[in-house]
């Protein structure tokens, strides 16, 4: 995703001169391209995220485009006080990027984890919170923040995520794309769960059980007709995202359904506990240690489907 991210940026800076680029200390190898091309541009501001944040509001209110960079926390839960009160407090034009969210630095532990920054971005006023689901959504939400003035937050994974999109979709921010149709369960993905979301609805329509697959980009503000819809559609809703279970997709979509009076299909959270990991590894296999392998989504949503099924 990180390199769909910046060959995007270079194609937009290449026609607005007001696009900036502020890293804090890291992208070596990735955003080289960045800073060969646009170079008095482009401020490496060395390991101070808070200053990084401080910087870019100021270039943002002399009417700068800018884009802040870090690791997963680094760029959010480092400088919430910066992001608040010079950022989402003067509804500053400042693109908060992370690298890495979820568990994609998994072997760096706990201190590398992006497992609240969604909780946490989402509840700032002015905030819009982006989690794109592969590469491609990666660089179409990259132009699309870009035109909408004001903060945001880019949640991106790292490298190798697969391409789930064989062409463009229709992205835009606040509405969900549509996958795959389904009309027995409705799953709904943030970020990068998007592949083993599809994979997992792919085992279940072996299975028998048709799932609508919802990428749910944005978080904030909120697809809710897509999610009303799922209700009224579908017997059940099921979100899947790497993050904590406070805070994130499923808390944003539990309000949905909690301000409405329409059906009510049976709601569940696919997510990370609320608690500080203990296990140290690789992306996957903490995926594995906390059942968000393709198998292990699969079968709890036909366990959970089969049991609404058999009470009706």
Same mark, same amino acid.
């Given at each position: 995703?990180? $390199?769909?991210?910046?060959?995007?940026?270079?194609?937009?800076a290449?026609?607005?001169?007001?696009v900036?680029?502020?890293?804090?200390?890291?992208? !070596? =190898?990735?955003?080289?391209?960045? %800073?060969?091309?646009?170079?008095?541009?482009?401020?490496?501001?060395?390991?101070?995220? /808070?200053?990084?944040?401080?910087?870019?509001?100021?270039?943002?209110?002399?009417?700068?485009?800018? !884009?802040?960079? =870090?690791?997963?926390? !680094?760029?959010t839960?480092?400088?919430?006080? /910066?992001?608040?009160?010079?950022?989402?407090?003067?509804n500053?034009?400042?693109?908060?990027v992370?690298?890495?969210?979820?568990?994609?630095?998994?072997?760096q532990?706990?201190?590398?984890?992006?497992?609240?920054?969604?909780?946490i971005?989402?509840?700032?006023?002015?905030?819009?919170?982006?989690?794109?689901?592969?590469?491609?959504?990666?660089?179409?939400? $990259?132009?699309?923040i870009?035109?909408?003035?004001?903060?945001?937050?880019l949640?991106?994974?790292?490298?190798?995520?697969p391409?789930?999109? /064989?062409?463009p979709?229709d !992205?835009?921010?606040?509405?969900?794309?549509t996958?795959?149709?389904?009309?027995?369960?409705?799953l709904?993905?943030?970020?990068?769960?998007?592949?083993?979301?599809?994979?997992?609805?792919? /085992?279940?329509?072996?299975?028998?059980?048709?799932?609508?697959?919802?990428?749910?980009?944005?978080?904030?503000p909120?697809?809710?007709?897509a999610?009303?819809?799922?209700?009224?559609?579908?017997?059940?809703?099921? $979100?899947?995202?790497?993050?904590?279970?406070i805070?994130?997709l499923?808390?944003?979509v539990a309000?949905?359904?909690?301000g $409405?009076?329409?059906?009510?299909?049976?709601?569940?959270?696919?997510? #990370?506990?609320?608690?500080y990991?203990?296990?140290?590894?690789?992306q996957? %296999? #903490?995926w594995?240690?906390?059942s968000l392998?393709?198998?292990?989504?699969?079968?709890?949503?036909?366990?959970?489907?089969?049991?609404?099924?058999? =009470?009706?």
């Open positions: 995703m990180r $390199t769909a991210f910046i060959n995007a940026l270079c194609e937009i290449e026609e607005d001169e007001r900036w680029f502020l890293t804090g200390d890291l992208g !070596f =190898s990735v955003l080289e391209r960045f %800073y060969n091309r646009f170079p008095e541009r482009y401020v490496n501001v060395g390991v101070a995220e /808070q200053n990084m944040t401080g910087i870019a509001a100021g270039l943002a209110l002399a009417g700068k485009i800018v !884009f802040t960079y =870090s690791i997963a926390n !680094f760029p839960l480092r400088c919430v006080e /910066q992001i608040r009160n010079d950022v989402c407090y003067h500053a034009n400042v693109k908060i992370a690298v890495g969210g979820g568990l994609v630095y998994g072997a532990g706990v201190t590398h984890h992006g497992t609240e920054d969604l909780a971005m989402r509840a700032l006023p002015n905030m819009m919170v982006v989690a794109p689901g592969d590469p491609v959504e990666a660089a179409l939400a $990259t132009r699309a870009v035109e909408r003035p004001g903060p945001c937050y949640r991106l994974g790292r490298a190798g995520e391409i789930v999109h /064989q062409t979709p !992205f835009r921010i606040g509405k969900a794309i996958v795959r149709e389904g009309s027995d369960v409705t709904i993905a943030t970020g990068g769960m998007l592949y083993n979301t599809m994979q997992a609805g792919e /085992q279940l329509t072996q299975q028998g059980v048709q799932g609508r697959v919802l990428s749910m980009h944005t978080i904030k909120l697809d809710t007709g999610v009303l819809a799922a209700a009224q559609e579908t017997d059940a809703i099921m $979100t899947i995202e790497e993050h904590s279970i805070g994130g499923g808390s944003a309000e949905v359904l909690a $409405t009076d329409s059906k009510k299909a049976l709601f569940r959270r696919f997510a #990370l506990p609320d608690e990991l203990k296990d140290v590894g690789s996957e %296999y #903490l594995r240690k906390n392998s393709v198998e292990q989504i699969a079968n709890r949503i036909l366990e959970e489907y089969r049991s609404i099924k058999g =009470s009706k």
